[in-house]
């Protein structure tokens, strides 16, 4: 069975359906699914749109011509968006056009030296300077954010 589409929430060993996907274009994987990092780079070489947790999008998206990326807040994420992370997704061989993240993980509550609105102002250079082709992007924002960003 060859599928264009494909959600997997919660899934063990994921890999093992997944290299049997050539076809796939559209991937949605959640919270606790393992085998990702178990994938080849010719593995899922048509897929346009991923929705996954940081790590697992931070290892599926170099290589492939993601288009769409959604990235999915887990409850196992703790603190600030991982920046490190975030530099694999510029290595889509597609142009990323539509992105939607959870930029921040802590609010100004959580965290005394946590500045929301610096933080955000950081997130969207890198974005503007290795997404050019962005034409959709949706943040959530946890905190307060200033009228100045």
């Not at 597609?94 to 959870?102: E, M, N």
């Not at 503007?128 to 946890?142: A, C, I, P």
């Amino acid at each position: 069975m060859s599928l264009k589409r494909l959600t997997l929430w919660t899934c063990e060993d994921v890999d093992q359906i997944l290299r049997n996907q050539p076809e796939l274009e559209e991937l949605e994987v959640g919270w606790r699914t393992s085998g990702v990092d178990q994938l080849d780079e010719t593995d899922l070489p048509k897929l346009k749109f991923l929705a996954a947790p940081l790590h697992e999008a931070a290892f599926l998206v170099p290589g492939r011509p993601i288009e769409g990326l959604r990235i999915i807040r887990t409850p196992d994420d703790e603190g600030p968006f991982d920046d490190q992370l975030f530099q694999n997704f510029f290595l889509s061989t597609g142009p990323i056009t539509d992105l939607s993240v959870h930029l921040l993980g802590m609010s100004e509550e959580d965290d005394e030296s946590c500045d929301v609105d610096e933080r955000l102002c950081t997130g969207l250079q890198v974005i503007s300077r290795n997404l050019t082709q962005l034409g959709s992007l949706s943040l959530h924002v946890d905190g307060s954010v200033s009228g100045q960003v």
